[in-house]
């Protein structure tokens, strides 16, 4: 299961990333590519379909990534008026990836 688990961190945090980046505005208005990364209703079902899949062999870990991202994308939000930047989507990527870790550490 080890490998497994790093195999499915990459997709259990950049799936679990879909919902900040949709429901935080980007912070800047028209420049950055943050602005293009949102998609469409329907192209979430691929990554959706990848993260639940993920989720299913490392529930803990899934909850961790889950919860540490929407935190520190609310918390960076507040910092920067209201927004997130693509900085934060990749300091997002790499705590909840650290954070799951540690989880699967304590946990086993």
Known sequence: RE??????????SRGAL???MHAIPYARSRD???T???LPRA???LPATCTLAAAAFFPLEAVTVLVIQIAF?????RR?????TGDIYGACLCLSEL???LAHNLGS
């Open 43 to 45: 192209a979430w079902i």
């Open 80 to 84: 920067l008026g209201g927004g997130i």
């Open 36 to 38: 293009s990364l949102r």
């Open 3 to 12: 490998p497994l688990l790093l195999l499915a961190l990459p997709v259990l």
């Open 18 to 20: 879909l919902l900040p």
């Open 99 to 101: 954070s799951a870790l």
């Open 32 to 34: 950055g590519y943050g």
């Open 73 to 77: 994308a609310w918390w960076a939000s």
